[in-house]
């Protein structure tokens, strides 16, 4: 009789020690797969970083062969993929400084006419205008690198180009725009010859 308790006793053990090994087994199964998702999961974070540690570039089109095509190309469209409403973005210099001084170079580089330039920048402004953050950062930016003496970009005439198509945006603020054609004066000023700029008139509406 005793041995009989005794084994039913060892049987219930082994019944708890065998669950016991099944809960723990499963547990091991569950942090194992748990961690197999983090690990992807990390990953896939770890390319969104890569994606968006450079400037995102317009494709382009392969049927475009020439070096001229596509370069026109490239200039036409190079604000297209840049979401200027994204703060994070705008906020990484990095990608955005980095973005900019390829702009202004192929814009400087003097194979474009001007009206390739006015293009280039009116495409440039449609993107930024809208975006008050965005219109901050890029206004200053462009000040820093055009209009400072001591850039390697400074470049009045790309600057003059620039201050004129943000000074017919409806976007700007008269105190902002008030800023930007003082600037512009001030340009004309040292620049014999150039058109003159005094009839901007300060306004709800912009002439």
Known sequence: MKEIIHN?????????????????????????????KN???KEIVQQQE????????????????????????????????FNFADTALVNNRNITEQGIVDFLAILADGTLAE???????DNFCGGLEQQAYAQK??????EDYLYNPNSPYYNEGLYVLFLKRMLESKYVDDLKKSSLLFTLQLI??????QKGYEFYILSSGWQ
């Not at 890569?50 to 190079?78: D, G, N, V």
């Not at 009206?115 to 920048?121: D, L, P, S």
């Open 8 to 36: 039913k006793k060892w049987g219930k053990f082994n019944c708890f020690g065998i669950y016991a090994w099944l809960i723990l087994g499963i547990t091991s199964c569950y942090h194992k797969v748990q961690e197999e």
């Open 39 to 41: 690990s992807v999961n």
């Open 50 to 81: 890569k994606i968006r540690s450079f400037f995102p570039f317009p494709e382009i089109p392969a049927m475009l062969t020439q070096p001229e095509e596509r370069k026109a190309y490239l200039i036409a469209h190079y604000w297209d993929n």
């Open 115 to 121: 009206r390739q330039q006015v293009e280039c920048i």
């Open 137 to 142: 950062i890029f206004l200053q930016m462009m």
């Open 188 to 193: 004309n000023q040292n620049s014999p010859g």
